[in-house]
């Protein structure tokens, strides 16, 4: 038999899954025990030029020769966003055909309804190139994960901040001059802000989380900073006290209750995490049998989400060609109260600019202290001689978030701090 | 219905399992969809006291107990050793049992064939304990990874030789010490010599290279050096170079032809995998479309090695359950042969002890450039002011290996050359 293929998009990893199916037909057909078949793929434009040729008649501009195809048993969705992907996904599902997506939006809003419709067609989604590009994420969290309760999901899941954040680090750049360079050499979007703001790590780390704690996560529920603020002084200050600044997507269940962040934190030097530099992910899970595992590789582009891709085609590929039925996976449901970050207990870093003269810091001291915010370390650094300004960098031992804030508030309002400059969370 | 579940060895592992099975009974069957029962455990001596508790009945001192009870569907192999493990395996998969296994000898020696043997009989063998405790490694190669042409492995996948090795480097402390207080604290046997001499590494890194090269490597074909000539001086000169030492095991495949070692290497400081210390392991793999990805973690200990038996255990019994076929893979032959370690190209670290006087390094340098071995940087250090002797590190440029050997061979026998005290090679 023959496997047919669907695909929805012929975009960077469209084209580098067509590709792939063409170049390396041969390997992939002994992988799977059939030969595969591209049978259409749906693009918006079929005069645009494209880097490789596919055969004529392939393209088209109506989602339903692909849907209606019965020769098709896979439908590969790599269009992206939320509408139209997720009605054609669901009316694959519905027509009983298999179907692989990289779209982190829908399976981040829709994921356990499609698992859901899935399981009642007799049919399975697959979602490896959600999340991490062709990093095995979704299989092991699935599969060889399965008997570990997991505690904690430390990710850095988003390349393009970790390229930003490495070159400030590195070379002292600001914020904006290093979105800049990562805009030029095509790390960044020209529209940055799915990146910078941490949306795109919400959505996947609302995936993972969803999986990991078998309830699920929505990407509203994530609490999310995003990396504008930081400066080239937070990096400076961070690596005199022994830290890196990442931009993390957490996640944790403790007695039943979840908390999903995403935003800047220092964490220690000696950690694999803050050793991760570039446009390179890592996912560190905790889990109560193998302890901590990372997974660490490329999190985007062509070549590795294709290989993502892939591997979920080639799943589906020996299964509908040895007639061996999807395994039914429990469904989700929404169990697990994830609780707001006003209730987060950790240790924080408060940068600021205050008057250069006596008592300044016992003003600042009795904010924190009449809120329970233990000081752990401070430096104090003269800035401005002639305007009497010196900088505070305040290191917390662990408090709640809700008073770290109202602190905040009642600093800002103190005559001898001109600014609070910054407060990132510390983490690990 | 219900999983029966039978174990063969009831050491440091296949306790953690029953453990498991038992304490986690309740989230294990809702993983799996059916209820663990743990019919019978196979043990040498019923009386030993063991640290849990078993219920009465279930200990077993004959094998066929379990393999010729009916209601056993899946038969876990801990007891480790060549035989009669491999014995046991193949009359489980012979009636039709499912295998589950953490043994690293049986499965490099045996593997295929077993695979052969599951797949005549509609069943399965697993082995993701076998490699790399808890780490999913068996499942991302034979799965995620599956659509990559892989093309190199590099691993560290023996945990005690890493924390030795860690101990030397952090501590500047001399192997035979390093390793006494590895043994003192459990980290390395009392026979450490499957450990020290890369025999456990060896029998991981052939079952990694089958699965990921699929042409069978045995492990006698694994070229092998171990870490007992390592001394606290190499650490101190591969630091000034930019070095660190680690014992990798090394795969790779080109043009069809498998290259698979384990030994000392000097790599980058700046790598990932020279910042991976004490007990963790890890294993960088490179594919063409996934590029470099990495996985880390805990390799051994029962409970990140349960972590891997329990992931196989739940995997067969939701097929079990649902009445699913196990997914046959292709039989993996011995196409690809393994080249001889004479015909590795790399650079060389070379310490030699030679008399402190004019023209020495001039008669080493023609010995290494008549066998077009050229020199990228040297050391000199003097050592023995009184005896007039001198420390020499060379750094090679890319050379062949048996050209290196013939050149330490001929500088042994120049009169100004006392000791060649080691070599390593270069990797990454």
């Known amino acids: 038999m023959e496997i047919g293929i669907g695909l929805l998009g012929l975009g960077v990893v469209g084209s580098g899954v067509a590709r792939a199916l063409t170049e390396k037909s041969q390997a992939l057909a002994q992988e799977a025990g059939s030969p595969f078949v591209l049978r259409h793929a749906l693009v918006r434009d079929p005069q645009k030029p494209r880097p490789f040729s596919l055969p ?6 109506r989602a339903q020769d692909i849907l209606e195809d019965e020769k098709v048993h896979i439908v590969v969705e790599l269009m992206g966003g939320e509408e139209p992907a997720v009605k054609y996904m669901e009316e694959a599902l519905k027509r009983g055909k298999y179907v692989v997506t990289a779209n ?26 959600s999340v991490g590009g062709g990093i095995p994420l979704i299989s092991p969290f699935q599969q060889d994960l399965a008997a570990n309760r997991v505690s904690a999901i430390h990710a850095i899941i988003n390349g393009t901040t970790n390229y930003i954040l490495t070159r400030m680090a590195a070379e002292g750049l600001e914020f904006s001059l290093a979105l800049k360079q990562a805009q030029a050499l095509g790390y960044a979007e020209p529209d940055p802000t ?28 994530v609490y999310r900073e995003g990396i504008s603020r930081l400066s080239y002084k937070d990096f400076r200050y961070a690596r005199e006290l022994g830290f890196a600044i990442k931009l993390l997507a957490i996640a944790k269940e403790q007695d039943g209750k979840i908390e999903v962040r995403v935003h800047p934190v220092l964490l220690s030097q000696e950690t694999l995490l803050a050793k991760v530099e570039g446009a390179f992910n890592a996912v560190q899970v905790e889990g109560d049998l193998v302890g901590q595992v990372i997974f660490y590789g490329l999190g985007a582009g062509a070549l590795p989400t294709s290989s ?7 799943n589906l590929a020996r299964k509908i060609t040895q007639g061996v039925k999807p395994i039914a996976s429990p469904p989700i449901g929404r169990e697990k109260p994830v609780i707001p970050i006003e209730n987060l207990r950790t240790r924080y870093y408060l940068r600021m600019t205050v008057a250069d003269r006596p008592g300044v810091l016992a003003q600042i001291s009795r904010v924190l202290g009449d809120l329970q915010i233990s000081i752990a370390s401070v430096i104090q650094k003269e800035t401005d001689e002639r305007a009497g300004m010196a900088e505070i960098v305040i290191m917390t031992h662990p408090s709640l978030e809700a008073w770290v804030r109202e602190a905040l508030k009642q600093m800002a309002e103190l005559g001898v701090v001109k600014e609070v400059s910054n407060f990132i969370r510390v983490e690990i």
């Open 56 to 61: 004529q008649g392939l393209l088209t501009t």
């Open 104 to 129: 982190k939006e829908v399976m981040a809003k829709h994921g356990p309804r499609l698992l859901d419709l899935a399981r009642a067609h007799g049919v399975e989604v697959r979602f490896e190139a």
């Open 194 to 221: 799915n990146d910078v703001e941490g949306i795109d790590a919400a959505y996947k780390l609302a995936i993972l989380a969803t999986i990991a704690f078998k309830s699920q996560v929505l990407p509203q529920e």
């Open 308 to 314: 993502a891709v892939l591997a979920d085609i080639l």
